[in-house]
C-alpha cells in the first residue's frame, strides 16, 4: 500500500512540475522573480504582493526558503498550517503575510 501511495504521490508531483512550467505567465514571472530575489529587493511585502495578487507568491517561497516549487506547492495546500509556519519562520516572514496566505484557499495551478 505504502509503495502505492508513493507512485501516486510522484505522478501528481509529474503532472503538477508539467502543468506549472508549461504556463506562460509562470515563465515570464520566474526570470523576474528571480531577478528579484539575487537583488535582494525579494522581500515579505513583495511576498505579500504576489500572494494578494494569487500570484506566483510559490516561486518567491521558493526562493526565500530554498525549497523546491513544488514542495511550496504542498505546502500551500495541505489543510493544516503548520507546514507553512515552519517555512515562514524559517524565511521570516511576517505573521501578517502568514495569517493572509494561511486564510486563502489552495493555489491554482498557474501559482
Known sequence: MQLYL???????????TQIRERSADY???KPHIESLYRSGEL????????????KFETIALSLLGDLPVG???RALVHDHADHLLVIAE????????????ARRKAPTARS
Not at 522581500?43 to 494569487?54: G, I, L, P, Q, R
Request: proline share 0%; charged share 20%.
Open 6 to 16: 508513493y507512485i501516486v504521490a510522484q505522478a501528481k508531483s509529474q503532472i503538477q
Open 27 to 29: 515563465a515570464t514571472a
Open 43 to 54: 522581500t515579505d511585502k513583495c511576498v505579500m504582493s504576489f500572494a494578494s495578487e494569487d
Open 71 to 73: 514542495h511550496i506547492e
Open 90 to 101: 524559517a524565511i521570516s516572514l511576517s505573521w501578517e503575510t502568514v495569517r493572509a496566505r
